[in-house]
């Protein structure tokens, strides 16, 4: 059964970081882009980040860039999503997916076949 599963999320302080986990099965991730979605109430979901198969790169929203650093790790079959300097606007429910594609195409929500249940990250003092 093919399943990703993200973990890692929690109630931070501004400022905070927290590390977000996709850990998938039933199938194997290294082959796959991926993507980090978002989503925070009464919005809609937007990308965040997203790296390639080859992981040696990542790319980033704007609003992030510095901030978060994507990377993976084949041997645990993961990706992971650092969040540094956390801010109230970071708050949202974040999803895993994996694309259609090896390379990360960017972040229209059609490209992405599976999906995570999502894990709440909520940044307040």
């Known amino acids: 059964q093919v399943q990703l599963v993200e973990s890692g999320g929690g109630l931070v302080q501004p400022g905070g970081s927290l590390r977000l986990s996709c850990a998938a099965s039933?199938?194997?991730?290294?082959?796959?882009?991926i993507g980090w979605f978002r989503q925070a109430p009464g919005k809609e979901r937007e990308g965040v980040s997203c790296?390639?198969?080859?992981?040696?790169?990542?790319y980033y929203k704007d609003s992030v860039k510095g901030r978060f650093t994507i990377s993976r790790d084949t041997a645990k079959n993961t990706v992971y999503l650092q969040m540094n300097s956390l801010k109230p606007e970071d708050t949202a429910v974040y999803y895993c997916?994996?694309?259609?594609?090896?390379?990360?195409?960017?972040?229209?929500?059609?490209?992405?076949?599976?999906w995570g249940q999502g894990t709440q990250v909520t940044v307040s003092s």
């Open positions: 997916a994996t694309s259609q594609y090896y390379y990360c195409s960017g972040y229209e929500t059609y490209v992405y076949d599976y």
């Open positions: 039933g199938f194997t991730l290294r082959y796959y882009g």
């Open positions: 790296v390639g198969s080859g992981g040696d790169m990542g």
